[in-house]
Nanobody
Framework: QVQLVESGGGSVQSGGTLRLACAAS????????MAWFRQAPGKEREGVAA???????RYTDSVKGRFTISRDNAENALYLHMNSLVPDDTAIYYC????????????????????????WGQGTQVTVSS
């Protein structure tokens, strides 16, 4: 049974730092394609950062230079290190996984698209105040 469990959310002031964690079971983090998404109230779910099974990473423009996605194969976990947080980062953050690549499509083209992932966590709230 596939299960993704996020943790590490919370409330911080603008400029603060948080580290989100995603514990994976039923998936091997080192061989799956994994990603972080977020959804703010009234907005669509947005791809934040993705890590391919072969190590490549991709970030949405608004978090480049501030967020870092990483993976701990021994812990079978995915992380999102978030620095210099701003109020626009406020959202529920979700971990997602996909066991195999999308056939015929380069990873970079689908890495941040939510409908390409087939396993999701329950989400963790991140709130950034000004």
């Amino acid at each position: 049974q596939v299960q993704l469990v996020e943790s590490g959310g919370g409330s911080v002031q603008s400029g603060g730092t948080l580290r989100l964690a995603c514990a994976a079971s039923g998936y091997t983090a080192s061989t799956a394609h994994m990603a972080w998404f977020r959804q703010a109230p009234g907005k669509e779910r947005e791809g934040v950062a993705a890590k391919a099974s072969f190590g490549f990473t991709r970030y949405t423009d608004s978090v480049k230079g501030r967020f870092t996605i990483s993976r701990d194969n021994a812990e079978n976990a995915l992380y999102l290190h978030m620095n210099s947080l701003v109020p626009d980062d406020t959202a529920i953050y979700y971990c997602a996984a996909r066991a195999r690549a999308v056939p015929g499509v380069q990873w970079s083209q689908w890495a941040l698209l939510p409908d390409r992932y087939d396993a999701w966590g329950q989400g963790t709230q991140v709130t950034v105040s000004s």
